[in-house]
């Protein structure tokens, strides 16, 4: 069975910070995605990752993909208040039936 | 218009009850999802239909029932509810099911379903 790690699970950082959240998974995949989720609210799409050596960027938030690894990565730069949120990767495994398996989710909190 | 729209929004029902969530995709897409969410934020998969069929089926109390229509369209029903369903239920939608393309989901903005 697949399965997908994050960490840390929480996370909270000053503003102007720059950190890393990390997503392991346990079986051959080169799909991989970041959602966002604010409190309440719905999953957003962030970032899909298709390939080996796939970088994605978008403001301060910068998304690889190191399929021979297992391991993605989601880095923010200079945090801002507004990245506070919940992100979660998924992935679809290579072998089986498309089922989309997401990691355990980060709690990002950013500090002024 | 609200590309994955489930109905409604909160549900605040008995033990015991049977209730429905509503879900439609106005996307074209050929895949729908449910999962639920708990009270920990874990995101699982429950069900996934590919144009009407039935293609994951996790391990789900045959209490829930889902069903599609037709492809814009997957409810979900739960017989008898107990308080261990209390959580979000979150529908999604993808543009293809199988195949080596993309799989990006989209969500519907859930259904917080509380059994008291």
């Known amino acids: 069975e697949l399965k997908v790690e994050q960490n840390p699970l929480f996370l909270s950082m000053q503003e102007g910070k720059n950190y890393t959240i990390y997503c392991n998974y346990s079986?051959?995949?080169?799909?991989l995605y970041w959602y966002r989720q604010d409190p309440g609210k719905s999953l957003e799409s962030l970032f899909v990752?298709?390939?080996?050596?796939a970088v994605k960027q978008e403001g301060r938030l910068m998304a690889s993909l190191d399929t021979k690894a297992r391991l993605s990565t989601l880095h923010i730069t200079a945090a801002v208040h507004d990245l506070s949120a919940t992100y979660f990767c998924?992935?679809?495994?290579?072998?089986?039936?498309?089922?989309?398996?997401f990691g355990t989710g980060t709690r990002l909190t950013i500090i002024p | 218009d609200t590309a994955v729209s489930q109905t409604p929004k909160y549900l605040v029902t008995q033990m015991g009850n049977d209730k429905s969530i509503k879900c439609e995709q106005n996307?074209?897409?050929?895949?729908m999802y449910w999962y639920k969410q708990d009270s920990k934020k874990f995101l699982k998969i429950m069900f996934s239909y590919n144009n009407k069929e039935l293609i994951i089926n996790e391990t789900v109390p045959n209490r829930f029932s889902p069903k599609s229509p037709d492809k814009a369209h997957l409810n979900l029903h739960i017989n008898s509810l107990e308080l261990g369903d209390s959580a979000v239920y979150f529908c999604?939608?993808?543009?293809?099911?199988?195949?080596?393309?993309?799989?990006?989901?989209?969500f519907g903005q859930g259904t917080r379903l509380t059994v008291v």
């Open positions: 079986t051959t995949s080169d799909r």
């Open positions: 996307l074209g897409h050929d895949t």
């Open positions: 999604a939608s993808s543009r293809v099911g199988t195949g080596p393309l993309n799989t990006e989901a989209f």
């Open positions: 990752l298709l390939s080996n050596g």
């Open positions: 998924a992935v679809v495994s290579n072998f089986g039936n498309e089922k989309l398996t």
